[in-house]
């Protein structure tokens, strides 16, 4: 005689749909980006945005290099606000580059023109979802995405080979955009580790080695690894002012190579003190000097 299957949760059921169709990733990835502009306030979040999460890392597009710059400085701070918002540890760090602001509450890019299908979610489907508001923006959140998905496919767009989100299909384009940037970010990191080789290199010397990287992913490689050394070039000269002993001077020279190298795009060759010095801070310049004169 068969055994009769217990009955499941409609709890469960639910929680398996969402976990399946990758809504609950996306629902935290939403609430992460949204907690971004509830915590920061109103002038930060004005000049910024949140734009995309991966793998612990929020990423946000500024309006200006120097809040880029400035956010830099209080990361630590922005991520412990972020966490504490979320209550748990989630964002590891911020990534902060100079882009577009887009209009808030737009769900995802180029929907314009794309018909929501109507989809009616009964709100006691939810009730596993204790808090309400948090209900309440899962219930908006999935009409909408999956409005959207049917949309998108009745206007002709392609499923995503590797996160399964239709997007619409273009020239030369495999994936979809948030795919796209994930694998530019990969060849970003590969740029970074050649550039900290062979700083001097340009676009095409790297598209040689990293083939498929972009300009700007090249550009965004050289400038994340510009603000990196240039950093460390303060500290260690901090360091040394406060204490030189078991300083390390072969490692501080040759720091300050790579950056004027990778800032000018200069072959070992072209570099010479008076260009070296061009490129360095008042203090870092005397301290420069003062370990050259001595041979140190």
Not at 60 to 70: A, D, Q, Y
Not at 139 to 160: P, R, S
Not at 234 to 245: F, H, M, R, S
Request: proline share 3%.
């Amino acid at each position: 005689m068969a055994r009769k299957r217990s009955p499941k949760k409609l709890a469960d059921i639910v929680n398996l749909y969402v976990k399946k169709k990758g809504y609950e990733k996306r629902l935290k990835e939403e609430k992460i980006l949204t907690t971004w502009s509830e915590v920061t306030g109103a002038t930060i979040s004005a000049n910024t945005q949140a734009v995309r999460f991966h793998d612990g890392t929020l990423f946000v597009s500024t309006k200006t290099p120097s809040w880029s710059h400035e956010l830099t400085l209080i990361e630590r701070d922005l991520v412990s606000k972020i966490n504490k918002a979320l209550g748990q540890k989630v964002v590891a760090q911020c990534r902060f580059s100079v882009g577009t602001l887009k209009k808030k509450n737009v769900i995802i890019h180029e929907e314009e023109k794309i018909e929501i299908v109507p989809v009616k979610i009964e709100m006691s489907d939810l009730q596993f979802i204790q808090d309400k508001d948090l209900r309440e923006h899962f219930l908006i959140f999935i009409q909408n995405q999956k409005g959207l998905t049917l949309g998108k496919k009745k206007a002709g767009w392609v499923e995503c080979p590797l996160c399964g989100n239709p997007f619409k299909p273009r020239e030369n384009r495999e994936f979809c955009s948030v795919c796209t940037q994930d694998s530019q970010y990969d060849l970003v990191v590969k740029v970074k580790e050649l550039l900290s080789s062979y700083p001097w290199l340009n676009y095409t010397q790297v598209y040689a080695g990293v083939l498929g990287v972009s300009e700007n992913s090249y550009w965004q490689a050289r400038k994340e690894l510009l603000y990196i050394w240039h950093k460390e070039i303060n500290e260690l000269t901090k360091q040394y002012l406060d204490n030189p002993v078991d300083f390390d001077v072969n490692y501080f020279f040759g720091l300050i190579d790579k950056y004027v190298m990778l800032n000018r795009q200069l072959t070992p060759d072209q570099l010479s003190l008076e260009v070296i010095q061009k490129n360095l801070s008042e203090s870092t310049k005397g301290l420069y000097t003062l370990l050259s004169l001595s041979g140190e």
